[in-house]
Nanobody
């Protein structure tokens, strides 16, 4: 089992920056690719970013490319994945979830076995 806890959400204005963190506990952190997803009211959960176990591979949704940066600690003792978000837009308003995948570097939610409870990000215009 892997437990994931997100933090760092909040209410910001358009153009502001925010950094989300996801603390993992349980099994070996480096065994999992880590992803971020988001879900806005009335919409499906959508892929935001993913980072490989080695940190060498990252991938982003087109809507956030160039504005969001995913990273993760290399040290299993720290077990943290982060999402740095700049130039936030009202369309980025959503609950943000981190997730852990044991296989591959998936963009689909179905590829992830473990999920956090989510953190709310609200961007006002």
């Amino acid at each position: 089992q892997v437990q994931l806890v997100e933090s760092g959400g909040g209410l910001v204005q358009a153009g502001d920056s925010l950094r989300l963190s996801c603390a993992a506990s349980g099994r070996t952190f480096s065994d999992y690719a880590m992803g971020w997803f988001r879900q806005a009211p009335g919409k499906e959960r959508e892929f935001v970013a993913v980072i490989s176990r080695s940190t060498l591979i990252t991938d982003y949704a087109d809507t956030v490319k160039g504005r969001f940066t995913i990273s993760r600690s290399r040290d299993d003792a720290k077990n943290t994945t982060s999402l740095q978000m700049i130039d936030l837009k009202p369309a980025d308003t959503a609950v943000y979830y981190c997730a852990a995948a044991a296989v591959g570097i998936p963009q689909s939610a179905e590829g992830y076995e473990y999920w956090g409870q989510g953190t709310q990000v609200t961007v006002s215009s």
